[in-house]
């Protein structure tokens, strides 16, 4: 099979090239996927997970991406759960070989079944973004009906997310992020926008959950917003200052088949839209996801026609 795979740590995604790598093996509770669309991460190259496996053992060449949708070609021993045929989406191991390939192996509780009318790019741009917003929102923030949330990055892959789950649950939105996203956090259904380059972070006020995707300066002055009894959430580092009277709480995203369920229907109902971008073929992956090209919305790999 065809798959991106990198080598070198230090090329970057300059490293990253189309080769021929062995078809993968289904280990025990895995499913085989024929991959459809996948999403990357552009950090990921920086993770451990990329360079070693669960032991701590160089894994390279290593095969990049982690979001995928795809159908399941084959069933490991012991997989129950899923069938062959059956058109899945999901999140892949931190710390084994991704998604940007023509087929990959998955733990088959990392994937939900897809609706048939649910489109494979469409849900290729879901399982990251999507997890962590629902996770950070309503699983760390605890977020309820009436409280206010003040979202950094409101129309990035994560924030755009965060922004519609948030308004759909009744909370008081407020959006950050440059001066061009304004128009788009509000028609997600940010309340209010922040413009961080022209406006004041303080003018916010006291919310009752700050969810952050930015981390440094942003961060560390984000936590004198968090009202008593509120909490600081953040997916970027583990913040130096808490806030006074709050919690402050920094998680790296989990793969959860319900959730997951949940985002496909939300998907297939309207109720939310990811921001996709581009969408290029498997070959073109190393130009597309270079760091020079920065396209509005999520890159997506198409890597095999529905």
């Keep these: 099979m065809q798959a991106i795979t990198v080598r070198d740590r230090a090329a970057g995604i300059g490293?990253?090239?189309?080769?021929?790598?062995?078809?993968?093996?289904?280990?025990?509770?895995?499913?085989?996927?024929?991959?459809?669309?996948?999403?990357?991460?552009?950090?990921?190259?920086?993770?451990p997970g990329t360079w070693s496996d669960r032991a701590g053992r160089d894994r390279t060449p290593s095969v990049p991406?982690?979001?995928l949708s795809g159908v399941v070609t084959e069933l490991g021993y012991g997989t129950t759960g899923l069938t062959v045929g059956q058109r899945v989406f999901g999140l892949a191991d931190?710390?084994?070989?991704?998604?940007?390939?023509?087929?990959?192996?998955?733990?088959?509780?990392?994937?939900?079944?897809?609706?048939?009318?649910?489109?494979?790019?469409?849900?290729?741009?879901?399982?990251?973004?999507?997890?962590?917003?629902?996770?950070?929102?309503?699983?760390?923030?605890?977020?309820?009906?009436?409280?206010?949330?003040l979202i950094h990055?409101?129309?990035?892959?994560?924030?755009?997310?965060?922004?519609?789950?948030?308004?759909?649950?009744?909370?008081?939105?407020?959006?950050?992020?440059?001066?061009?996203d304004r128009e788009v956090a509000l028609a997600l259904g940010a309340d209010v926008f922040l413009d961080l380059q022209a406006d004041r972070l303080e003018d916010a006020g006291e919310v009752d959950l700050v969810f952050d995707v930015i981390g440094g300066e942003i961060l560390e002055r984000s936590t004198a917003l968090v009202r008593a009894g509120g909490t600081l959430v953040t997916v970027a580092m583990p913040p130096k200052v808490h806030p006074r009277d709050g919690r402050a709480v920094f998680f790296v995203v989990e793969p959860d088949r319900t959730q997951l369920a949940d985002l496909?229907?939300?998907?297939?109902?309207?109720?939310?839209?990811?921001?996709?971008?581009?969408?290029?073929?498997?070959?073109?992956a190393p130009a597309a996801l270079a760091p020079d090209r920065r396209p509005t919305g999520k890159t997506i790999i198409r890597v095999t026609e529905d």
């Excluded at 025990?28 to 991959?35: K, L, M, Q, T």
């Design 15 to 47: 490293g990253l090239s189309l080769t021929d790598m062995p078809h993968p093996h289904a280990a025990e509770n895995d499913v085989i996927v024929r991959v459809h669309a996948a999403g990357f991460t552009p950090g990921e190259l920086d993770w």
């Design 65 to 67: 991406g982690h979001e």
């Design 94 to 149: 931190w710390t084994r070989n991704g998604t940007l390939a023509q087929y990959t192996a998955v733990e088959a509780r990392n994937l939900a079944p897809l609706p048939a009318d649910v489109d494979h790019v469409m849900a290729a741009a879901l399982p990251i973004s999507g997890l962590t917003s629902l996770q950070g929102l309503f699983d760390h923030g605890r977020l309820t009906t009436g409280q206010s949330v």
């Design 153 to 180: 990055g409101a129309a990035g892959g994560v924030g755009s997310i965060a922004v519609q789950l948030a308004h759909e649950a009744g909370a008081r939105v407020i959006g950050t992020g440059r001066a061009a």
């Design 264 to 284: 496909a229907q939300r998907l297939r109902d309207g109720r939310l839209k990811p921001i996709v971008g581009a969408v290029r073929p498997l070959a073109e």
